[in-house]
Every structure is written in C-alpha cells, then in structure tokens.
C-alpha cells in the first residue's frame, strides 16, 4: 500500500525552481571541501515526530489523522513500518532513528511487550534489507509509562530500575539486530523537582552504573555502535542531570565513561539551557565528544521544546561551520528531531518540512565552506590573538611563564592598548556571505 500515492520522489531542481516539492539547495551528489552533502549531513528522520506525531499539544488533541492509523495497536505499527520506509525513499534520506515504544505498542507484561517488538523489528529488517536504508540510532523510551514517575536510571525505586535495565537491554539487542551506528541516552526522567526529598549523588551513581552495565551488555553481544547522551536541561524533569554538553561531560570524566560515549546534540536544547546550538557543538569538540546532531529550533518566544524544523540560515550557517572545523561528525547524523506545526497537518506538509530543514542545513553548509575556504572567521580570530605569537604572550604559550616573569613584564609598565572585536561589522559580513552562495 502507499501511504504517499500523489508525491513523487523529490529531487534537486536548484534555486530557479518555483517547485515546492524539490530541493532547492540540497544536492546529495554535490562536493562539499572534499565530500558530498549527503555523507556531510548523513540526514534522518525522526520515528516519533514523523510517523506517530499527530500534532497534539497541552491545550488540544491532535489534529493530523494518517492513513497508517487504524484501530488496531500492532496495525498501526505495522502500517507505519511501510509508511517510514515509503517517505525515506521519496524524501531521499538515508537514514531512520527510533524509540523502542515509537515502533511497537506496550503490551500489559514485559514479556508481551517484547513480542510485539520482535514482529516489527523483523519487518524493520526485511524493508531495510530490500531498501538500503540504515538506522542512524535507537533508544529505550524510560520517560512515558508512569512506571517511570521518579527516574529509570535515578529512580528511588529499585523495581523500577530493574524494569529500565531490562528494557535498555531489549533496546540494545534491537540496536544490534539492525545494525544501528548509533545508540543515545537521553535521560527524560533523569533529574529531580526538588532536592528536598533526592540523594542526588546516590541517584547519579546509580545512572552511571547503568551506563557501564550497558557497556558491558554491547561488548558481550557484540554490539559495536558509538554510544551517545543527548543533553537537555529541564522538561519533564524541572533539573536533568544532563543539562548540557559541559555538565554531561563533567558527569562522563568523573565515571569514568568518556571514552565511551560523545554527544548526541540538540538545538532547541542548548536554547532551553541559555546556549546557542553552535556553542554546545564548539564545547562537545574541543573535548573530543561530538557525536550527532539533532536538528530543529526553538521559539524564543516560547518557553520549551517546540521543535520546530530548522530554517533559521544564521544557525544552520554556524552549526555546520562548527562541524566542519570539527572535522565533521562521523558515525553520527543530522536527525530531523522535529514536527510539523499543528496547524500543518496534511501528509504533504510532512514532506515540505524535511525539504526545508534539509534545504536549510545545505545553504548553511555552503556559506560555512565559504566562510572557511576565504578564512573569514580564521583569519578574524588569528588577528585578535596575535599578542601570543612572540614576547611574552609566545612564552605564556610555551609553558615557560612564571608569575615571577609575568610580573616582571607587567612592572616595565608598558602601555596596554585593547583592540575593538568588531562584532557587528563582522555579523554583516556573515548576512553577506549567507546570502551569495
């Protein structure tokens, strides 16, 4: 059955194209500094926001009614195996990511429940087989069932714990079944809401020993895919543990898990948390963990995560300058981990939305080429720390200061004279380099 019968594939037509349904900046074949766009971006979309979002909010029911839902839980879950794989072909992306609950519907044991993960998983793998297309990652949603109330992995409840080591222990079998490169922790209920009644340092332990019970799960298995933890400040808890990329790293160091994991970031996140998304991704690769990127925007107006599609060419122009001078995101992706308004509710918006995420993240990776190739920036940030290159600034450098030396520089009393950073003559320079590729 198709689920898309009046949209083609949608193809690149360039920028003189009045088409809605065609790329208009994103070329797969096109070579970007040495590769294609489609090996920069390694593009996915998101199981939960395409196939089973239907537009609900706090304040109303969901207003998008798919043809791949039916009565029937399995049937439902079953039709949006075909419906995942049909949009992947027509929408051109490579690659899926999924919770274990997007794909199969919770039975009332565990022992059901996994047998309704094992009849689509089987179907995930022959459409994957037949189609070329690769799951980017998966996860174990830990957040939804009101099991869940007080943590997974922080839980004060050792049931619950026991109940989250056996689910993530089904996820990562799915994972290796499937082949998925990836596989994120996102902590939905890891955190608090107050700290009166939380042992914090006892709840963080205890995350870290499920993290390394994981580990030791992948190695027995032969599960070989990059581990990532997806940072997030607040919603649902009001304080995740993981409340961006310098708090998780910390959290990795001190367990010793950071040659283990990177990070899987959030654009709309690194907003909830005070950050740019270009700032997360400068602080996840100068620690070496940057791993995969989650592609939306939020509102500023707006105070949570409306994940929004990513079309802000600001962003998308810094976020791929940071990943290209990061050397890129190897095994990782850019997931589309975002849905339609609830205002876009028909199939077609579905594919107009993935065409402008896509067409906005390639524009943004031709004007941060650009901004690299002329070393706009570089040359900007080289100029500003030229006091470093000799005297005493090349000894500060070298190791060979003292706060002996240090003073008998500053004693000789110099005339110190601060240079203007330029800001705004610099952004006009990004708005024009945006603007011409």
């Known amino acids: 059955m198709s689920y898309f019968q009046s949209i083609g594939k949608i193809q690149y037509e360039g920028k003189g194209s009045d088409n809605p349904l065609a790329f208009k900046h994103y070329n797969p074949s096109e070579i970007i500094m040495g590769k294609s766009m489609e090996e920069h971006m390694r593009f996915a979309i998101a199981y939960w926001h395409t196939l089973t979002g239907a537009g609900s909010d706090p304040f109303g029911a969901g207003t998008a009614h798919r043809a791949w839902d039916y009565a029937d839980a399995m049937d439902t879950a079953k039709a949006r195996v075909e419906a995942n794989f049909e949009f992947l072909d027509k929408i051109g992306v490579p690659y899926y990511c999924f919770h274990d609950r997007d794909i199969a519907p919770e039975g009332n044991t565990l022992q059901e429940t996994n047998r309704n993960l094992d009849v689509i998983v089987e179907l995930l793998e022959q459409h994957m087989r037949t189609s070329g297309k690769k799951l980017l990652w998966n996860t174990a949603n830990m957040f939804t069932h009101p099991r869940f109330v007080h943590g997974a992995g922080t839980t004060c409840n050792a049931d619950v714990y026991a109940y989250a080591g056996a689910q993530l222990k089904k996820s990562l079998e799915i994972g290796k079944r499937l082949g998925a490169e990836n596989y994120v922790f996102w902590g939905g209920r890891e955190g608090y809401e107050t700290l009166l009644n939380t042992d914090m340092a006892f709840e963080l332990d205890n995350l870290a020993r499920l993290f390394h019970m994981a580990l030791a799960y992948t190695k027995e298995i032969g599960f070989e895919a990059q581990f990532l933890i997806e940072p997030k400040p607040k919603e649902p808890s009001k304080h995740q543990y993981d409340f961006d990329a310098a708090t998780t790293i910390a959290f990795l160091q001190k367990y010793g898990l950071q040659e283990h994991f990177k990070l899987n970031l959030e654009a709309n996140h690194a907003t909830l948390a005070g950050h740019t998304f270009e700032h997360e991704i400068r602080v996840a690769a100068i620690n070496g963990m940057l791993g995969s990127l989650d592609a939306n925007q939020g509102d500023l107006l707006l105070g949570w995560d409306t994940d929004e599609f990513p079309?802000?060419?600001?962003?998308?122009?810094?976020?791929?300058?940071?990943?290209?001078?990061?050397?890129?995101?190897?095994?990782?992706?850019?997931?589309?981990?975002?849905?339609?308004?609830?205002?876009?509710?028909?199939?077609?918006?579905?594919?107009?939305?993935?065409?402008?995420?896509?067409?906005?993240?390639?524009?943004?990776?031709?004007?941060?080429?650009?901004?690299?190739?002329?070393?706009?920036l570089d040359g900007i940030v080289d100029n500003r720390y030229r006091s470093f290159n000799d005297g005493i600034g090349a000894d500060i450098v070298a190791g060979k200061a003292t706060l002996h030396t240090l003073e008998q520089y500053a004693l000789q009393n110099n005339p110190i004279k601060n240079e203007s950073g330029r800001q705004e003559r610099i952004k006009l320079v990004l708005s024009e380099i945006i603007f011409s590729v």
């Open 311 to 376: 079309t802000d060419l600001y962003a998308t122009t810094l976020t791929m300058f940071e990943v290209l001078k990061a050397g890129g995101i190897g095994k990782g992706g850019v997931n589309f981990d975002a849905k339609v308004r609830r205002g876009s509710f028909e199939d077609e918006d579905l594919f107009l939305a993935h065409i402008a995420g896509m067409d906005s993240y390639a524009w943004g990776l031709k004007a941060a080429a650009k901004l690299i190739e002329d070393r706009v």
